[in-house]
Each structure stands twice: as structure tokens, then as C-alpha cells.
């Protein structure tokens, strides 16, 4: 016989939940106040992803023993040198392990994250856009957001051929090899070759044709030589210079650490900062659609007095995790911003199986005192809420321990926020319930006492 199934808490426990409820709401106003100031005061510390970086790409050869923490070093001793500033967040992750390169030699892949977008510093760029500016005699020139990219603008349309080499051949002298240089004249002829190809490639596949699988290739190499001689009689104005140095200098720096040959920077790929701008806007919108849409499903689902304890713990969840994040310094991400979705999520399921039980309740023990009936309720809830709780608890702390890097700080929101949900369906979303139940029985009493009720007492 198999042995019966042990409740982690025991049938019949009876703790008073309702009569700690203000307790609870002054230790959630505290912690909510402290989360607020922090806000507003420290701030949140952005990630790559909201702040601007970039994303490199690198393939070590399996003989190099390449280490994240190595990677890490190596990259944080570029910065020191070039710039003499603190590397700031340098995240290094594994990916494509047992990969092969072009050369079929297997690899290690790595991604590679940091705040840097530019090993330039403000006295060599200027020195860059002046030689620039006299090799084709520019109107004007633009650097984004000081990144590696230079926007050259000139007068008077030049021959694009002459004016590429003759900016070729200045940054060749300043010491910049891997230069990327094309006018607006290529983007027009390579935007309409990717967009004619696209929309071909999808008739030919809706027709049944077989394509081979150099048909791109082949594509792309008529294309460039179409674009090469048309480009050998016309005129631009604007050219896009990409130094690509973070690459070159960053390539370099892993070969010193690893040994030549070792390594190849595949690519290297620079979120700007109004980007990064952009993208904390939309994961801050997120969140509140989230909590909009949870607003809708709960005033469905409940009455008046559910509904708004559910969304005002929500709140509260939301900006205790962002609290911590803001004292502790951590990073914030767009991991994390999918963390505190799923906290919501969480919390929320929590907070309706104490609800539904609640309701089961007030059917079963009509004429109960509301305080008795919810304390009932919680804790017939509680095995359910402590095996599922420590369910999640045991694989986002495993993550916390093991991830290392960005999945520790997801892991680290995640734990945090099934504490702290489960802590605010019980001692913030139900207190609630029990407030508005006694403002509704005010109002109620005051409605049948009378306009005259209160002259009277007076009286």
C-alpha cells in the first residue's frame, strides 16, 4: 500500500491572519514607501539593453580554454586601457558550444555584452571627423550618439567611387583598416535588391519551384556586380563611415589573452543610447498593460470588494522588486521586465485561488463573522500555497545559484517576487476585502438610518 500524502501544513491550522491585517498593511506601506524614495532617488542602475552597448560575437577555437571569466578580464582591461574608465557591465555567455568555424575547426561561441559603444575618445574622434571633413571637403559631419559611425554630408554631390576611396585612404592613414563605407545611393540599390528578392522568393515557394540552395548567392553576386557599374557614373551627398574598431581593437584583445589564431570576432552589433531609451519606455508600458489587462479580468471575475485589493497588490509586488533592484544596485534588464511579468502573473493566481475559496466559503458558512471566514480560508489554502510556492522556489533558486550572469539577476527577481507575491495575496489583496466590506456596511447602515439619523443622535 502505498503511503497516504503529507500536507506540508497540517488540517485544522488556525492562525489569525485578519487580526495581524494591520500590521501587514503598515509593513507593506513602509516597504512601498522605501521603494519609492529609492526610486526617485537612486534611480534604476540600466542594462545594455536600455542604456546602450554592444553585442559582440566570438568563436574560439575549443584549444584556446576560453573562460567567461577570462573573456570578462580581457574585455574590462580594453576599456581600462583605451579610456581609462570603469568597464561598467561586462556580461559574457556561452552559446553554440562544439560549433566550427569557415575553416571547419570546432568552436566555442560567446556572446559578449558591454556598456561600450566607442573606444574613441572625444579627442581622436574629433581629430577622425576633421581629416575627414578635408579629404572631400564636407558640409558637415555627424556622430550618433558616440558610437564608432560618422554621417558624412558634403556640399555638393561628389562621384561616389572617388569620394569612398579618398575617405578610404585618410582613415587608412589614421590607422583604421576594417572600415565599413557606403552612401545612400547603396542602401537605395541594396534595400530594393533584398526587398524584390524577398517577395520573389515567396511567389517562387507559393508556385511550387524547387530553389537551390545557392540561389541567394548567385542573387547577391549578379546584384553586386549591377550595383558596381552603376555606381562607377553616379553622384551622393551623404556616406556612412563605420570605423568598426570596437571590433578590430576587442578581436586583438582576445588574441593577447588566448593565443593567435584563437579566436575570431564574428560580429559586433551596437544598441544606441535613444534605442535603449525606447525599449525601457515599451517595458515599462508592459507592465502597465499588464496590470490594466488584470484590472478588466478581475472586476469580470469579482465584485467590488475583490477587485481592488488584487490590483493594489499587484502594485505593490511591482514596485517592491523594482525597489530592491534600485537599493541593491542591480542591473535592470529586459529579462528582468519579463520577471516581473511572470511575478504578476503569479500573484495574481495566487491571489485568486484564496478568493475563489473565500467565496466558496461565504456560500457554506453563511452568517459567519468576515475576519473568522477569511482566516478559514487562508489557511485551508495554505498547503496549496506553500507546495506550489517552494516548487518554484526550488528551480529559480537552483538558476540564482548556477546561471551565473544576467540568468542570476532573472533568477534573483523571480525568488524575490514568489516571496513577496505570495506574502501580498494574504497580508495585502485579502485585508482589503475586509476594509471595503466595512465601508459598504457603513454606508449601508447610514442609508437606512435616514437623512435625519445623525441630527438625531446629536440630539
Not at 59 to 82: C, M
Not at 94 to 103: E, H, L, M, P, R
Not at 279 to 307: E, P, Q, S, T, W
Not at 420 to 436: E, H, K, Q, R
Request: hydrophobic share 45%; proline share 3%; with cysteine.
Amino acid at each position: 500500500m502505498r503511503p497516504a500524502f503529507r500536507e506540508p501544513i497540517k488540517p485544522g491550522v488556525s492562525f489569525p491572519w485578519m487580526a495581524n491585517a494591520n500590521r501587514f498593511m503598515l509593513f507593506s506601506g513602509l516597504l512601498t514607501l522605501v521603494s519609492i524614495l529609492s526610486l526617485s532617488v537612486r534611480g534604476l542602475d540600466l542594462g545594455i539593453d536600455f542604456k546602450g552597448g554592444t553585442k559582440v560575437i566570438a568563436a574560439f577555437k575549443t584549444d584556446a580554454n576560453a573562460s567567461a571569466d577570462g573573456i570578462r578580464d580581457a574585455v574590462g582591461a580594453l576599456i581600462k586601457e583605451r579610456l581609462g574608465t570603469d568597464p561598467g557591465q561586462i556580461e559574457v555567455q556561452t552559446f553554440n558550444v562544439g560549433d566550427v568555424n569557415s575553416k571547419g575547426e570546432a568552436v566555442q561561441k560567446f556572446q559578449i555584452y558591454t556598456e561600450l559603444t566607442s573606444l574613441l575618445t572625444p579627442e581622436r574622434a574629433t581629430a577622425v571627423s576633421e581629416a575627414m571633413k578635408k579629404a572631400v571637403g564636407a558640409e558637415r559631419i555627424d556622430r550618433p550618439e558616440e558610437t564608432d559611425k560618422f554621417i558624412v554630408v558634403l556640399a555638393q554631390p561628389a562621384p561616389v567611387n572617388a569620394t569612398k576611396k579618398a575617405l578610404s585612404d585618410t582613415l587608412g592613414g589614421l590607422g583604421f583598416k576594417d572600415v565599413e563605407l557606403v552612401s545612400d545611393e547603396e542602401q537605395a540599390f541594396d534595400m530594393a535588391f533584398f526587398k524584390d528578392y524577398n517577395l520573389t522568393f515567396v511567389e517562387r515557394e507559393k508556385a511550387g519551384e524547387k530553389i537551390p540552395d545557392d540561389d541567394y548567392d548567385q542573387a547577391k553576386s549578379a546584384h553586386d556586380a549591377k550595383k558596381a557599374a552603376a555606381l562607377a557614373t553616379r553622384t551622393d551627398r551623404v556616406f556612412t563611415v563605420s570605423l568598426q574598431q570596437i571590433q578590430t581593437d576587442l578581436e586583438a584583445a582576445l588574441t593577447k589573452q588566448f593565443g593567435a589564431d584563437k579566436v575570431e570576432v564574428e560580429s559586433a552589433t551596437a544598441v544606441s543610447a535613444s534605442v535603449g531609451a525606447d525599449l525601457f519606455a515599451k517595458g515599462i508600458l508592459a507592465l502597465i498593460y499588464a496590470i490594466i489587462g488584470i484590472v478588466i479580468y478581475v472586476g469580470l471575475r469579482f465584485d467590488f470588494r475583490f477587485g481592488p485589493g488584487a490590483v493594489i497588490s499587484l502594485v505593490h509586488d511591482a514596485f517592491i522588486t523594482l525597489g530592491v533592484f534600485s537599493l541593491a544596485g542591480l542591473k535592470f534588464t529586459l529579462p528582468i521586465v519579463s520577471a516581473i511579468l511572470t511575478i504578476i502573473g503569479y500573484s495574481i493566481n495566487d491571489t485568486i485561488v484564496v478568493y475563489d475559496r473565500i467565496r466558496e466559503n461565504q456560500e457554506k458558512l453563511k452568517g459567519m463573522d468576515l475576519s473568522r471566514l477569511i482566516d478559514i480560508s487562508i489557511n485551508e489554502t495554505l498547503s496549496r500555497t506553500v507546495l506550489t510556492g517552494g516548487s518554484a522556489l526550488l528551480v529559480t533558486c537552483a538558476l540564482m545559484a548556477l546561471g551565473g550572469g544576467l540568468i542570476a539577476d532573472f533568477a534573483f527577481a523571480l525568488t524575490f517576487g514568489i516571496i513577496v507575491g505570495t506574502y501580498s495575496s494574504i497580508a495585502v489583496a485579502v485585508p482589503f476585502t475586509i476594509y471595503i466590506e466595512n465601508w459598504l456596511a457603513a454606508r449601508r447602515a447610514r442609508a437606512l438610518a435616514g437623512p435625519g439619523s445623525t441630527s438625531s443622535a446629536a440630539a
